[in-house]
C-alpha cells in the first residue's frame, strides 16, 4: 500500500470549509482505480492531516497527472502543504 500525507496548517475558522472540500473531494477520487481511501486527521495545533491510501505509488500517480487533481486544488493555487509518502504495511 502506498501512504500520502498531506500536512496543511489550517486557522480554526477555515478548518469546517477545508475539511468540507476533502469531502466534495471524494467522489472523483473515487473514480481511480487504486485508490483505497481517505482519513482527515486534526491536530490541536490546527493542523489537518490529509491521509490518502492507494495500492501502489503508479495508482496516486494517475491521479495527481490528471486535470481532476489540479481542480481539487484550486488550479495549482491552492495553500501549499508538506507531503510525505510512505510505504504502508497493514499488520491487522
Request: glycine content about 10%.
Amino acid at each position: 500500500m502506498f501512504i500520502a500525507v498531506n500536512k496543511v496548517a489550517v486557522p480554526a475558522e477555515r478548518q469546517q470549509a477545508m475539511m468540507q472540500g476533502f469531502q466534495h473531494a471524494m467522489p472523483g477520487m473515487k473514480q481511480f482505480k487504486g485508490f483505497l481511501g481517505m482519513e482527515l486527521w486534526v491536530a490541536d495545533d490546527n493542523t489537518i492531516l490529509a491521509i490518502s491510501r492507494w495500492e501502489s505509488k503508479e495508482a496516486l500517480e494517475e491521479y495527481t497527472n490528471n486535470d481532476l487533481f489540479k481542480q481539487h486544488h484550486g488550479g495549482g493555487q491552492g495553500a501549499p502543504g508538506q507531503v510525505t509518502y510512505y510505504n504502508a504495511t497493514v499488520l491487522s
